[in-house]
């Protein structure tokens, strides 16, 4: 079945670090990916997208990569500010509803 | 513009009770979904919707009713509610790429 999961659960990073958080899905025939950002107490907020007919995106400070052949995808942050502190979660759109992953949690100490 | 709104934020049950978590959206799209997301978890698609009238399941469907009469509304029934149901509760509408989320409903059965 579908399925999309994360690397790590944690990543703790300095003020003005990158940020790299990693994303593995199974379904080779996905084709539409979202990220998003969770704040304590809050619904997903959308940060970047990517389609499979694209190999990298980038947003305001971000950066989505996806690699087909390994079916792994990545959301890059730089210089990386506290309030990035959330919880990142990659998914799956199929079109009409999304499929999660577990989530990474990123803490920014300055 | 509201976007969408999920009544009530709190709720504790007793096992075995039943209840409604609404979910309405004033952007007239046409797919809507609940997810449901628990500790450490990401989130998990309980049921979703392509138009009124038309409904289907998700990842973790047992134990839940949806029904879709308008395109506004997709509420969310548990009909005898269980411990394993203690969840935060979240309803997104799209119109296929771009999906609002509810600010959520923090359900606790007892």
């Known amino acids: 079945g579908e399925s999309v999961g994360l690397h790590l659960p944690t990543l703790s990073v300095q003020e003005g670090d990158n940020s790299i958080i990693n994303c593995a899905y199974s379904?080779?025939?996905?084709?539409?990916f979202i990220w998003y950002k969770q704040e304590s107490g809050k619904g997903p907020q959308f940060i970047i997208d990517?389609?499979?007919?694209?190999d990298k995106r980038q947003g305001q400070r971000v950066t989505v990569l996806l690699n087909k052949t390994v079916k792994h995808l990545s959301l890059q942050i730089a210089a990386t500010q506290p309030g990035d502190s959330a919880v990142y979660f990659c998914?799956?759109?199929?079109?009409?509803?999304?499929?999660f992953g577990k989530g990474t949690t990123l803490s920014v100490s300055s | 513009n509201a976007g969408v709104t999920q009544t009530p934020k709190f709720q504790v049950l007793k096992t075995g009770q039943s209840m409604t978590l609404q979910c309405a959206q004033d952007?007239?799209?046409?797919?809507m979904s609940w997810y449901r997301q628990d500790p450490g978890m990401g989130l998990r698609l309980i049921h979703y919707s392509v138009g009124a009238g038309i409904t289907d399941q998700g990842e973790v469907p047992n134990g839940y009713n949806v029904s879709r009469s308008t395109t506004e509304d997709f509420p969310l029934r548990l009909l005898s509610a269980a411990p394993s149901q203690t969840s935060v509760y979240f309803c997104?509408?799209?119109?296929?790429?771009?999906?609002?989320f509810g600010s959520g409903t923090r359900l606790t059965v007892v």
């Open positions: 952007m007239n799209h046409e797919y």
């Open positions: 990517i389609r499979s007919n694209m």
């Open positions: 379904n080779s025939a996905s084709d539409y």
């Open positions: 997104a509408s799209s119109y296929g790429d771009g999906y609002t």
């Open positions: 998914a799956e759109n199929t079109g009409t509803a999304l499929i």
